[in-house]
C-alpha cells in the first residue's frame, strides 16, 4: 500500500476513527518544520489546492505534493476565519514555544513570585493557542477573551500559590518530601486551570452555538449541544497533556540528580532536565490531542429538533477545535 492515498480535498491523510490514525495525523499538526514555511511557500500550497478543486491541476503533480500541500496550509491558515495563525501560537508552535515555561514551571526552590510569573506566563501562552485554534464559526468580541483570558490566569496563579503555602506551612514534611511535593505542585495547578482556561477563552460557543455540517460539508445548523461537547473533549485533552510533562520530570531528575555526574556537574542539571521535559512535551502533545478527531460527529437524535428537520444525514460533524 501507498505511504501517501489518492488524494482527498479537506480530508485528513489517516484514518480517524483510530486512536493510531489520529495520532500520525496529529503527529502532522504539531510538526514544528511548518513553522519555516515561507509566505511564498504557503501561497504555493494554497494555489496547488485551488487549482485541485477547479479541476485545473498542471499534469505530474503527485498525491504525496497535494497532501503535503494540505498539511502546511491546516497547520498555518484557520479553518473557519481563513487567516493566518501567529506562530507562537499555532500547534506546530505549542512545544517550541511551550517548552521553557514548562521548564521555568518545574525549577525546584519556587518563590511565590516566580511561582505566580510562570503561571500567569503558562495560561497566558494557553490562552492565546485556546483562542487561536477554537471553533470560529461564530464571531466572538474581544471582550470575551480578555474576560476568559483574566478568569483563567486568575484560576491558575491562585490554586498555584494556595498549594505552595499549603505545603510551606505542613510542618511535618521532611526538605526533601516538601522539595519533591513542591516539584508534583504544578500539575494539579496547569490542569485545572487548563479546565478552566478552555471554557473561559472559548465559553462564547455555548452562548452563541457552533456550526454543524451534512456529509457534504453543508452548515444545517448552529448548535449549543454540540458546543458543549466540544468543549468537553477539548477539556479532557488539557487535563491529560500536562499529566506526562508535569509528573514524568519530576520524577526522572529525582534519580538522575542522584548519579556522581550530575552530582559533580550541577550545571549539567538545567540541560538535562530541559531535554527530559521537552522529550516529555514531544510525546503528550500528540498523546493528548488524539484522544478526540478535530472534526468529530455527533447523531442529529443528541442535537436540538430544529437541526433533525433541517437535514436527511443521520450523522452530523462540527469543528471541535484544538
Known amino acids: 500500500m501507498s505511504e501517501y492515498p489518492t488524494f482527498q480535498y479537506g480530508q485528513p491523510r489517516f484514518n480517524q476513527h483510530t486512536f493510531f490514525g489520529r495520532f500520525r495525523h496529529f503527529l502532522d499538526v504539531i510538526d514544528p518544520s511548518t513553522l519555516f514555511v515561507t509566505e511564498k511557500q504557503l501561497q504555493e500550497c494554497v494555489e496547488m489546492l485551488d487549482s485541485f478543486k477547479r479541476g485545473t491541476l498542471p499534469p505530474g503533480v503527485t498525491d504525496a505534493q497535494l497532501w503535503q500541500a494540505q498539511k502546511i496550509k491546516q497547520a498555518i491558515i484557520h479553518p473557519d476565519t481563513g487567516e493566518k495563525i501567529l506562530m507562537p501560537f499555532r500547534m506546530s508552535g505549542f512545544i ?34 485556546n483562542y487561536c485554534n477554537r471553533n470560529a464559526s461564530k464571531p466572538a468580541p474581544v471582550s470575551k477573551f480578555l474576560q476568559g483570558y483574566a478568569g483563567a490566569v486568575s484560576s491558575a496563579v491562585s490554586i498555584a500559590v494556595g498549594l505552595n503555602v499549603l505545603i510551606q506551612r505542613a510542618g511535618r514534611f521532611s ?44 452548515v444545517v445548523g448552529t448548535s449549543k449541544v454540540a458546543a458543549r461537547h466540544a468543549l468537553l473533549e477539548t477539556a479532557l485533552t488539557r487535563v491529560v497533556l500536562p499529566m506526562p510533562i508535569l509528573v514524568l520530570p519530576p520524577l526522572i531528575m529525582t534519580v538522575l540528580e542522584k548519579l556522581p555526574l550530575l552530582q559533580k556537574h550541577r550545571r549539567l542539571v538545567l540541560p538535562v532536565h530541559s531535554l527530559v521535559v521537552l522529550s516529555a512535551f514531544s510525546l503528550a502533545l500528540p498523546l493528548a490531542i488524539s484522544l478526540f478527531p478535530q472534526m468529530s460527529q455527533i447523531s442529529v437524535n443528541q442535537l436540538e429538533p430544529e437541526i433533525a428537520m433541517a437535514t436527511d444525514c443521520q450523522i452530523v460533524t462540527y469543528n471541535k477545535g484544538l
Open 96 to 129: 517550541p514555544f511551550g517548552t521553557p515555561v514548562v521548564i521555568g514551571l518545574l525549577l525546584p526552590n519556587q518563590t511565590l513570585m516566580s511561582t505566580i510569573f510562570w503561571q500567569w506566563l503558562n495560561q497566558s501562552h494557553n490562552a492565546c493557542v
Open 175 to 218: 526538605p526533601t518530601t516538601r522539595l519533591l511535593v513542591q516539584r508534583f505542585i504544578p500539575f494539579p495547578a496547569v490542569a485545572s486551570a487548563n479546565v478552566c482556561n478552555v471554557v473561559l477563552m472559548r465559553h462564547s460557543e455555548l452562548s452563541e452555538g457552533i456550526s454543524v455540517l451534512d456529509d457534504k460539508g453543508k
